[in-house]
């Protein structure tokens, strides 16, 4: 099948600092594919090119065949939106709202009305085993538990790609595995791709393929069955 989302020869400066350099990439459509490498090889910077959060320098992103850079920023931030999903370390949910009002917030915000929004959040979070904390704020959660609800509130929308940046870096190996088997079987169940970036290769075995950065660029691509 046809790659989803391609960097083609991406580089990226900060200042004096390249943190991509000529970085190439391939998403296909319901893969899970790990980001590995050492601290500042470049992995975050290419899921922000990637996902439309940063311009690259040079090289080129285009995600089903469009080219990032040639949208303009209102197609790009629907893309963000509508077709794209994102978890990251610290779950940043909204702490005024409850955990099942966070996850219906999604589907709330593109005109789905409250009473099947939150019935939508309620089924994900039971999938996710975290129907206890649905009436609860973040702030009452566990780590573990706060990362599912961010997961759901990834999710609601079934985007075609999710982007995950650490989301295990602040759980403990336990609860990090379960964040991450869950993460896997629901976005199967969805069909949508994950970019998963992980330092820690037991998160990254739970990909269907694994890309080791370098000095700002993917150096090994590894399938792992
Ligand atoms: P990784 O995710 O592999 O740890 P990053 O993509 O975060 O690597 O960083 C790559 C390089 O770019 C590092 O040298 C980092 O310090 C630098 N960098 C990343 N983001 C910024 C930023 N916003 N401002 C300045 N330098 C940055
Ligand atoms: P110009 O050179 O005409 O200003 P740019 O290519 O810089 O055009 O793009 C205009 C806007 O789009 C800028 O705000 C830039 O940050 C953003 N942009 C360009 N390419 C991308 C990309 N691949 N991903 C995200 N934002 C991008």
Redesign the pocket.
């Known amino acids: 099948s046809l790659p989803l989302l391609v960097a083609d020869e991406v580089s990226?400066?900060?200042?004096v600092?390249?943190?991509?350099r000529g970085a190439s990439l391939q998403v296909y459509p319901g893969e899970v594919l790990a980001?590995t490498?050492?601290?500042?090889?470049?992995?975050?910077?290419?899921?922000?090119c990637l996902s439309g959060i940063?311009a690259p320098d040079e090289g080129r992103i285009t995600y089903d065949g469009r080219d990032l850079g040639a949208m303009g920023d209102r197609e790009r931030s629907a893309l963000r939106r509508g077709a794209f999903g994102f978890v990251f370390q610290f779950g940043q949910l909204v702490p005024e709202l409850t955990c099942l009002e966070n996850v219906a917030l999604p589907l709330r915000l593109a005109g789905v009305r409250r009473r099947a929004a939150e019935r939508a959040a309620g089924e994900l979070l039971a999938r996710l085993e975290v129907t206890d904390v649905a009436g609860k704020r973040p702030g009452q959660a566990s780590g573990g538990q706060g990362q599912r609800v961010a997961v759901a509130r990834a999710l609601i929308t079934t985007p075609r790609v999710i982007f995950a940046?650490?989301p295990t870096g602040a759980l403990d190996s336990r609860n990090g595995d379960q964040v991450i088997r869950l993460l896997v079987a629901a976005a199967r169940e969805r069909g949508s791709a994950v970019v998963l970036?992980t330092?820690e290769e037991r998160i990254a075995a739970c990909a269907d393929r694994i890309v080791a950065?370098h000095d700002?660029a993917p150096a090994t691509t590894a399938a792992t069955r």
Not at 17 to 20: F, I, M, S
């Open positions: 990226k400066s900060f200042g600092t390249p943190a991509l980001l490498g050492p601290s500042g090889s470049g992995k975050s910077t290419l899921l922000h940063l940046d650490e970036v330092h950065f700002g």
